[in-house]
C-alpha cells in the first residue's frame, strides 16, 4: 500500500500505539526492523501513520514485542486498512483538520463523555445557539466559514441518532444553562432541546449548580472518547482559538477519567438535572 502524507487522525493513533508497544519492549526502530525483516524507514512510516498496514502486519508487531494485550491487539488490528471516507472528508478542506479528526474520533467511539462549564456541548446544541456562538469567534470568521463550521457540527450530531449509537453522558455546570446567548428565544430553544435529547435512553445529562459545594476541575471543557479498549480512549480538549488538543498518554486519560467520576459526584442526578433544566426554561 502506497503511503500517505496527511494521515488521519485514526491512522497517527494506530502508528502511536504501535510506537508504544515497541518501546515497552525495550527496543529501537531498528531492532524491531530486524525481528520484523523490513527496513527501519518502513517501521518508522509506520509509526507516524504515514504507511497503511495490515491487520497481520499489526498482530505479527504485537507479537514480535512480547505483548500478550489479545484485545488491544485486535482493537489496533481493526483501526487497519485504507482511510475509510465517511462524511467529514468533505470537511477537509473548509474546516480545520483537528475538526475533522474529530468527527472520525467520534464516529468510532463506543462512549463519549462531556464536561462543560459556559457552553452546552457540540452534540447537544441547536443549530441556532451555534450558530450564535461562531459569530463571536475572535478573529471573526467569514459567513461562508460560519456555515461550513455549523453544517459539520449538526452533522456530527448524527452520531446520536444512528442505530445503535454510543452511550453520551455530558456534566454541565449551571453556567452553561445561564448564559443567554443569542437572546431568550434562542436559550429557551436550546433548553427545550437540552430537555428532549436528555430523554433519550442513551443520553445523560447532568447539572452541577451553583450551589454545589465543590467544583473538582479547574473549568476547562473537554470531551473524553472512549475506544473499544481503555488504552484506546482518547481526550480532547477545547482552547481558545477554536483548534482541538488530543491527549493519549495513560496518565492523561486516568487523570480526566477522575475527574468526570468526581464531577458526576457532585452533580444533581439525572431526573433532579431535568427538572433543574426545566425550571430555567420556565425563568426566561
Not at 67 to 74: F, H, K, N
Not at 83 to 110: F, S
Not at 260 to 283: I, P, V
Amino acid at each position: 500500500m502506497p503511503p500517505t502524507s496527511n494521515p488521519t487522525l485514526r491512522q497517527r493513533r494506530l502508528g502511536i500505539e504501535l510506537r508504544k508497544l515497541r518501546e515497552r519492549a525495550g527496543l529501537t526502530a531498528t531492532a524491531a526492523a530486524t525481528l520484523l525483516g523490513v527496513n527501519q524507514a518502513r517501521v518508522s512510516m509506520i509509526e507516524t501513520g504515514r504507511t497503511p498496514v495490515s491487520a497481520d502486519r499489526v498482530r505479527s508487531m504485537a507479537h514480535a514485542y512480547d505483548c500478550a494485550d489479545e484485545p488491544l491487539i485486535e482493537a489496533l488490528a481493526a483501526m487497519t486498512g485504507r482511510r475509510v471516507r465517511g462524511w467529514w472528508e468533505e470537511y477537509r478542506e473548509h474546516v480545520p483538520g483537528a475538526l475533522v479528526d474529530l468527527a472520525e474520533l467520534e464516529h468510532h467511539a463506543t462512549a463519549l463523555r462531556a464536561a462543560l462549564v459556559i457552553h452546552v456541548p457540540a452534540l447537544l446544541q441547536t443549530t441556532d445557539y451555534a450558530r450564535c456562538l461562531f459569530q463571536e469567534v475572535v478573529p471573526p470568521m467569514r459567513q461562508y466559514e460560519i456555515e461550513h463550521r455549523l453544517t459539520h457540527r449538526i452533522k456530527r450530531q448524527g452520531i446520536l441518532h444512528r442505530d445503535h449509537p454510543p452511550s453520551y453522558t455530558a456534566i454541565l455546570h449551571e453556567a452553561a444553562l445561564r448564559m443567554g446567548f443569542g437572546g431568550p428565544a434562542v436559550t429557551l430553544g436550546q433548553l427545550k432541546h437540552l430537555i428532549d435529547m436528555s430523554e433519550l435512553p442513551h443520553v445523560t445529562v447532568r447539572v452541577i449548580p451553583f450551589g454545589a459545594s465543590r467544583f473538582p476541575t479547574t473549568g476547562q471543557s473537554f470531551d473524553y472518547v472512549a475506544g473499544p479498549v481503555p488504552p484506546l480512549d482518547t481526550v480532547q480538549l477545547d482552547s481558545q482559538h477554536g483548534a482541538c488538543e488530543f491527549l493519549d498518554a495513560e496518565t492523561q486519560l486516568s487523570k480526566y477519567r477522575a475527574v468526570l467520576d468526581r464531577m458526576g459526584s457532585c452533580a444533581l442526578s439525572c431526573t433532579e438535572s431535568r427538572d433543574f433544566m426545566k425550571r430555567c426554561a420556565q425563568e426566561l
